[in-house]
Structure formats: structure tokens, C-alpha cells
């Protein structure tokens, strides 16, 4: 069995690694868990309980010092982009227990983005009563584009991304899931309400992997685009965001993507960047790291081994990046119950906490 040191019993005392640059002063960054294997997501669990999952389809509860570990029950394909993807606690986990994920589901020969949810009961170490909610419809092949994110509304429904599983038109159809943001209720149903009475809230995205509401509501996604035209997203109820007809980037070709950068009916993203930096997870930061970067947009970088800062002030505009030997291969990053900036490293298989001095 791998090894893994544990620094979570007192968090006041781990030893600070690396000093990122904050808007006034250091930012100290600190070792949480370490030995990772391709780490996806974690989430917070009340009472300080971290949940990591990783991509072989292991979910890892911390908490006073102890580790266990809980092989996912779900039917999920652990191929290239694919496994055991996001985690989230929802508002209610107190009442509920339940615990939601996202992973790469077997389908017949393919397979697809799915979302399925487990039981922690009081005082458990390990999950229980693993259910499939919602599953796209089948005829994806390959290990490409599962979106996966998740993020809990201010209306208590679950909204998922979904990526175009590397079928570049099916992001167009709206008889398919692929390259779509999707809203659902906690059962895995399609709400009444939705614009196209289907899971579909928005869609022409590629590979959506950030999620988060802000603090007036909003709902912003982040996705990967091919070379070129990484994008921010305020994603709204049935606007088409282009994908792929539009696009800023080429494909790796060179080629040109479909009509150019717009047209009528297709949404602008608020912020791009090229060249990519292949951004994964989202948060928004409340005062995590102090009122100068109060509610922005922070995402990680796969590509460039380094955490963006966003202001929403208005639309999305980059007013910091942050980099150490610590943010290598940043796949999430959240902000904690007790404060700082959370993220996951796959790079130093490691969950790393930034805080800054008040």
C-alpha cells in the first residue's frame, strides 16, 4: 500500500514549504496531505474531514490525523482523461450524509460522464450505498473530454459539465449531453423548469473542468480549448457558447476552428487565454486571501504549474498568477472551512493550503 503522511491534526503547525507573492505580503503555502496517485478533487466534510478522490477510483477520508480509504462501488473506466472524477458535499450532508461524485462511467464499448452519490453515516469511515443518478447517453468512445465538475446552486440543484468526449459537432446537439453544462436535481432527475426539457442549462462547450458560483449568484465555467481559447464562462440558462463553431485557438493541426471567434446566437467568453493554459477546477475566493482579492475567480493551470487569479468586477479580467515548486500540475482548487486557498497538485501528488498573514 502507498504511503501517505498526513499533516491534518494541526494545521496551525505544519511546516510552511514555499512562499507564493499575495496582494500585501507573502502568501505561505502548507503540506496537508502528501503521496497522492493523480489526485482529481476534495471536498470538506463538517467538522474538518477532507474527501480526496483519485482517478483509480480510491476516495481518501482524513480526518484527526487518520486516513481510510474506500474503493468507489461505481461501474467507472479509469482510461486517459477518465476514472473517478469530482467530489461534492452538499449544504444538507449534516441531514442527508450524502456525498456526490462524478466519474468516467462504462458504456457498453465507450463510455461517458456520470454522476453518482454515496452515504457516509455518522461516525462511518467509509462510504456506503453507491448509486448511479445520471449517466449521458451512450456512443462516446476514447479517453477524452469528461468535463466532470460540479457545483451546488443557490436553488439546491446540481449542475455538471460535460465535455464533448473529443466529438467536436455533438456540442451543437442538443439531443445529446456532450459539451453542456447540465442542472439536475439531487435524485439525478431532470428538473421541471429546464429550457429544453432535457438535463442540457447551456451547451457548444468543449471541456468544461471549472465550476463555481459566485457570491451574487452567478454561475462561472472554465474550460479547456484546443490551442488557444482556454475560456471563462458566465454560463446562463440555454445560451450557446459556440464550440464548435467559434472558438479562440486553432486545433493542434493548425487548422482553423469553424467560423472564427463570432457569430449571432453564440456567446462571447469573458475571459480567454492563448496560449492555454489547460485550466482545472474553480473557486471564488470570499476573503480567503484578504480583501484585496475579495470574490475573485481562481483556477489552476495543468499546462504552466500555476494558480490564476480572476477580478469579476467586470466580466473576468487576470490580476495574478501564482507559482512555486508547490503548484505543480494544479488539477483543483477550493477554499476550506477554516480558511486559505486548498489545492491539488497531481504534479507532487500533494494537497497544499495557502494562507496569508492578516
Known amino acids: 500500500m502507498r504511503f501517505l503522511l498526513l499533516l491534518i491534526t494541526c494545521l496551525s503547525a505544519a511546516p510552511a514549504v514555499a512562499d507564493l507573492a499575495g496582494p500585501r505580503g507573502p502568501l505561505t503555502v502548507s503540506p496537508i496531505v502528501t503521496g497522492l496517485d493523480n489526485p482529481w478533487a476534495v471536498g470538506f466534510l463538517p467538522g474538518g474531514a477532507l474527501v480526496i478522490t483519485e482517478t483509480d477510483g480510491r476516495i481518501l477520508l482524513a480526518e484527526d490525523g487518520q486516513l481510510s480509504v474506500t474503493q468507489a462501488g461505481f461501474d467507472l473506466v479509469d482510461d486517459g482523461q477518465g476514472g473517478l472524477l469530482d467530489v461534492l458535499v452538499p449544504r444538507d450532508f449534516e441531514t442527508s450524509r450524502h456525498v456526490y461524485f462524478t466519474f468516467a462511467k462504462r458504456q457498453g464499448r465507450g463510455s461517458g460522464t ?95 473542468q471549472g465550476l463555481t458560483f459566485d457570491g451574487q449568484g452567478r454561475l462561472w465555467g472554465i474550460e479547456h480549448g484546443a490551442r488557444g481559447g482556454d475560456e471563462v464562462n458566465e454560463v446562463q440558462r440555454a445560451h450557446n457558447y459556440g464550440w464548435p463553431v467559434i472558438a479562440y485557438g486553432r486545433h493542434y493541426s493548425g487548422g482553423r476552428i469553424g467560423e472564427g471567434t463570432t457569430k449571432d446566437g453564440m456567446e462571447q467568453p469573458a475571459f480567454y487565454w492563448d496560449p492555454s493554459i489547460a485550466p482545472s477546477g474553480a473557486t471564488v475566493l470570499g476573503d480567503a486571501l484578504g480583501a484585496d482579492w475579495a470574490g475573485a475567480l481562481v483556477t489552476g493551470s495543468l499546462k504552466f504549474d500555476q494558480i490564476h487569479v480572476l477580478s469579476l468586477d467586470q466580466g473576468a479580467d487576470e490580476i495574478a498568477v501564482l507559482k512555486s515548486d508547490e503548484t505543480l500540475r494544479v488539477r483543483d482548487v477550493r477554499v476550506g472551512p477554516q480558511g486559505g486557498l486548498w489545492f491539488l497538485s497531481i504534479g507532487n501528488g500533494a494537497l497544499y493550503r495557502v494562507t496569508a498573514d492578516r
Do not use: C, K
Not at 443518478?133 to 465538475?149: D, K, P, Q, V
Open 114 to 208: 456520470a454522476l453518482g452519490r454515496a452515504v457516509l453515516a455518522q461516525g462511518a469511515d467509509h462510504f456506503t450505498d453507491f448509486e448511479t443518478l445520471f449517466e449521458i447517453a451512450e456512443g462516446s468512445r476514447g479517453g477524452r473530454h469528461f468535463g466532470s465538475r460540479l457545483a451546488e446552486g443557490p436553488d439546491g440543484f446540481l449542475y455538471m459539465t460535460v465535455g464533448d468526449r473529443g466529438d467536436r459537432p455533438s456540442a451543437q446537439d442538443l439531443s445529446r449531453e456532450n459539451g453542456s453544462i447540465l442542472r439536475l436535481t439531487r435524485d439525478g432527475a431532470v428538473p421541471a423548469d429546464n429550457p429544453f426539457g432535457t438535463a442540457i442549462w447551456s451547451y457548444g462547450h468543449r471541456n468544461p
